[in-house]
Protein backbone atom coordinates (compact mmCIF):
# COMPACT_ATOMS: atom_id res chain seq x y z
CA UNK A 1 0.00 0.00 0.00
CA UNK A 2 1.53 3.74 -1.01
CA UNK A 3 0.07 6.37 0.71
CA UNK A 4 -0.34 10.03 -1.02
CA UNK A 5 -0.37 13.46 -0.77
CA UNK A 6 -1.23 16.04 -2.98
CA UNK A 7 -0.40 20.33 -2.38
CA UNK A 8 -0.09 22.66 -4.57
CA UNK A 9 -4.30 24.02 -5.32
CA UNK A 10 -5.54 27.55 -4.45
CA UNK A 11 -7.18 29.94 -6.59
CA UNK A 12 -6.16 31.12 -9.90
CA UNK A 13 -7.94 33.78 -12.75
CA UNK A 14 -8.58 32.53 -15.74
CA UNK A 15 -5.39 31.90 -17.82
CA UNK A 16 -3.45 31.67 -15.38
CA UNK A 17 -1.09 28.57 -13.69
CA UNK A 18 -0.70 25.84 -11.29
CA UNK A 19 1.80 23.18 -10.28
CA UNK A 20 0.34 20.23 -7.99
CA UNK A 21 2.79 17.99 -6.19
CA UNK A 22 1.75 14.90 -4.76
CA UNK A 23 4.33 12.79 -2.34
CA UNK A 24 3.98 9.48 -2.24
CA UNK A 25 5.34 6.96 0.55
CA UNK A 26 6.25 3.19 0.47
CA UNK A 27 8.95 1.44 -1.77
CA UNK A 28 8.55 0.19 -5.49
CA UNK A 29 7.07 3.77 -6.01
CA UNK A 30 8.94 3.47 -9.62
CA UNK A 31 6.79 0.02 -10.81
CA UNK A 32 3.73 1.91 -10.57
CA UNK A 33 1.97 4.12 -12.87
CA UNK A 34 0.86 6.80 -11.87
CA UNK A 35 -1.97 9.81 -12.51
CA UNK A 36 -3.58 12.72 -11.70
CA UNK A 37 -7.35 12.43 -11.59
CA UNK A 38 -10.21 15.05 -10.67
CA UNK A 39 -13.76 15.44 -9.56
CA UNK A 40 -15.76 18.80 -10.03
CA UNK A 41 -19.08 19.28 -7.57
CA UNK A 42 -21.76 16.92 -9.08
CA UNK A 43 -19.44 14.76 -10.99
CA UNK A 44 -17.64 11.69 -11.26
CA UNK A 45 -13.81 11.56 -10.79
CA UNK A 46 -12.34 11.38 -13.86
CA UNK A 47 -8.56 10.73 -15.14
CA UNK A 48 -6.84 13.73 -16.47
CA UNK A 49 -3.38 12.68 -17.00
CA UNK A 50 -1.14 9.21 -16.34
CA UNK A 51 2.46 8.59 -16.63
CA UNK A 52 3.75 4.96 -17.06
CA UNK A 53 6.84 3.16 -14.98
CA UNK A 54 8.39 4.52 -18.16
CA UNK A 55 7.58 7.65 -18.87
CA UNK A 56 4.78 7.65 -21.22
CA UNK A 57 1.68 10.40 -20.50
CA UNK A 58 -1.78 9.99 -21.39
CA UNK A 59 -4.03 12.84 -21.17
CA UNK A 60 -7.51 13.81 -21.36
CA UNK A 61 -8.49 15.30 -24.56
CA UNK A 62 -10.11 17.82 -22.05
CA UNK A 63 -6.65 18.80 -20.83
CA UNK A 64 -4.36 17.52 -23.82
CA UNK A 65 -1.98 20.39 -24.43
CA UNK A 66 -2.28 22.59 -21.39
CA UNK A 67 -1.83 20.07 -18.30
CA UNK A 68 1.72 18.15 -18.27
CA UNK A 69 2.47 14.92 -15.85
CA UNK A 70 5.88 14.53 -14.83
CA UNK A 71 7.67 12.29 -12.40
CA UNK A 72 10.57 11.68 -9.86
CA UNK A 73 10.94 8.07 -9.04
CA UNK A 74 13.63 8.84 -6.75
CA UNK A 75 12.01 11.33 -5.07
CA UNK A 76 8.78 9.46 -5.23
CA UNK A 77 6.91 12.25 -6.66
CA UNK A 78 4.56 13.16 -9.20
CA UNK A 79 3.81 16.84 -10.49
CA UNK A 80 0.81 18.11 -12.90
CA UNK A 81 1.73 21.42 -14.32
CA UNK A 82 -1.34 23.42 -15.34
CA UNK A 83 -1.38 25.91 -17.75
CA UNK A 84 -4.55 28.27 -19.75
CA UNK A 85 -6.78 27.45 -16.87
CA UNK A 86 -10.31 27.88 -17.57
CA UNK A 87 -13.50 27.37 -15.34
CA UNK A 88 -13.97 24.18 -15.88
CA UNK A 89 -11.11 23.12 -14.42
CA UNK A 90 -12.53 24.03 -11.05
CA UNK A 91 -12.44 20.49 -8.98
CA UNK A 92 -10.51 19.01 -6.08
CA UNK A 93 -7.23 17.14 -7.72
CA UNK A 94 -5.91 13.87 -6.37
CA UNK A 95 -3.27 11.61 -7.52
CA UNK A 96 -3.33 7.76 -7.38
CA UNK A 97 -2.63 4.63 -9.45
CA UNK A 98 -4.87 4.37 -12.58
CA UNK A 99 -6.19 1.22 -11.15
CA UNK A 100 -6.10 -0.65 -9.07
CA UNK A 101 -6.25 2.50 -6.76
CA UNK A 102 -5.23 3.13 -3.55
CA UNK A 103 -6.88 4.29 -0.92
CA UNK A 104 -7.60 8.25 -1.72
CA UNK A 105 -5.49 11.34 -0.59
CA UNK A 106 -7.36 14.32 0.88
CA UNK A 107 -7.02 16.09 -2.45
CA UNK A 108 -5.93 19.43 -3.59
CA UNK A 109 -8.75 21.98 -4.65
CA UNK A 110 -8.34 24.52 -7.81
CA UNK A 111 -10.61 27.15 -8.23
CA UNK A 112 -10.51 28.80 -11.67
CA UNK A 113 -12.37 32.62 -11.65
CA UNK A 114 -13.33 33.92 -14.62
Known amino acids: QVQVAESGGGLVQAGGSLRLSCAAS????????MGWFRQAPGKQRELVARVSTSGTTYYADSVKGRFAISRDNARNMVWLQMERLNPDDTAVYYC????????WGQGTQVTVSS
Open 26 to 33: GRAFSSYN
Open 96 to 103: NRPVPQWD
